[in-house]
């Protein structure tokens, strides 16, 4: 069973700083995807990313797969309370059907 | 649209009783997903389903659990019987296509507690 470890595991910082979170395996994956989960709710996809080296803009979020497709990050830029949240990254490697593994996933705190 | 849906949001019940969790994924999605998340142990998957047929139970602890998609739009999860160790949230997934490059959409999540 592929293992993704999340780190920091979890993180609190003020507005308008920047962040970086990590995901990372030894097991090579075929597409790796990045959801938020919110208090009460269920997580919500943010990104996929599928190509090695690949990077993903959204908005103040920036997604990078690694060249080898074993790890990514996840850098916000002016961290907004709004960004609050548990960020979830989850993958699946090749050749494993439909299975998608979710990483243990880092907690962030934006305050004012 | 309506999303999955899940129900009930909120079980309380004492160890040893039966627990019945229900999901109606997103209309014409055609993989529907059981995941357990605690604090200790993360997001776990306990078993999927792919055109009503389970494909991969790995993930279902022990013989107490058990899951079934009586049909495209409906699919439930049993404990029987409870015990405390069970009490976590269960989410319900459902995806249009192999989650490759597909997105899993969630359901709101049944917490269980279980005394």
């Known amino acids: 069973t592929q293992l993704l470890e999340q780190s920091p595991q979890f993180l609190s910082i003020q507005e308008g700083e920047n962040l970086t979170v990590y995901c990372n395996s030894s097991s090579v994956f075929s597409s790796l995807q990045w959801y938020r989960q919110e208090p009460g709710e269920g997580p919500v996809l943010l990104v996929t990313?599928?190509?090695?080296?690949e990077v993903k803009k959204l908005k103040r979020l920036t997604f990078q797969f690694g060249d080898a497709r074993k790890d990514s990050s996840l850098h916000i830029t002016a961290a907004q309370p709004g960004d609050t949240g548990l960020y979830l990254c989850a993958a699946k490697n090749t050749g494993t059907a439909s299975k998608l593994t979710f990483g243990t996933g880092t907690r962030l705190q934006v305050t004012l | 649209d309506a999303g999955v849906i899940q129900s009930p949001r909120h079980e309380v019940t004492e160890m040893g009783q039966e627990v019945t969790l229900r999901c109606k994924p997103i209309?014409?999605?055609?993989?529907l997903f059981w995941y357990r998340q605690t604090m200790m142990r993360g997001l776990e998957l306990l078993i999927y389903f792919n055109n009503n047929v389970p494909i991969d139970d790995s993930g279902m602890p022990e013989d107490r659990f058990s899951a079934k998609m009586p049909n495209a739009s409906f699919s439930t999860l049993k404990i029987q019987p409870s015990e405390p160790r069970d009490s976590a949230v269960y989410f319900c997934?459902?995806?249009?296509?192999?989650?490759?490059?597909?997105?899993?959409?969630f359901g709101e999540g049944s917490r269980l507690t279980v005394l």
């Open positions: 997934a459902s995806s249009l296509a192999r989650p490759l490059a597909g997105e899993l959409f």
């Open positions: 209309s014409g999605h055609d993989y």
């Open positions: 990313v599928v190509t090695g080296g």
